[in-house]
Nanobody, 119 residues
Framework: QVQLVESGGGLVQPGGSLRLSCEASGRLRSIISMGWYRQPPGNEREVVARIRSDGLTIYAESVKGRFAVAQDSAKNTVSLQMNSLKAEDTAVYYC?????????????WGQGTQVTVSS
């Protein structure tokens, strides 16, 4: 059984920084990508940043230049360094892993971690 455990959320002032981490455990082979999504209050879940197995990174326009996603393939971990945080970054952040299994592509999700940007 695959489990994703996130850590690092919290309350931070505008302009501050936070680092989220996610560790994946279980039988995870043929990973296509790892990354982060977020769901702001009253809105749908949206992609924040992803890193593919070939190292290509993809960012939402709203976080480019401020956030950085990184992966440790050996440890099946993915992190998100968030700098220059804004109030609009407030959301529940979810770790995501995509892989290919016997039945096709799978999406795994963490339980979510709250990030609140407020003075």
């Amino acid at each position: 059984q695959v489990q994703l455990v996130e850590s690092g959320g919290g309350l931070v002032q505008p302009g501050g920084s936070l680092r989220l981490s996610c560790e994946a455990s279980g039988r995870l082979r043929s990973i296509i990508s790892m990354g982060w999504y977020r769901q702001p209050p009253g809105n749908e879940r949206e992609v924040v940043a992803r890193i593919r197995s070939d190292g290509l990174t993809i960012y939402a326009e709203s976080v480019k230049g401020r956030f950085a996603v990184a992966q440790d393939s050996a440890k099946n971990t993915v992190s998100l360094q968030m700098n220059s945080l804004k109030a609009e970054d407030t959301a529940v952040y979810y770790c995501n892993v995509q892989n290919v299994g016997p039945g096709g592509m799978n999406n795994y999700w963490g339980q979510g971690t709250q990030v609140t940007v407020s003075s």
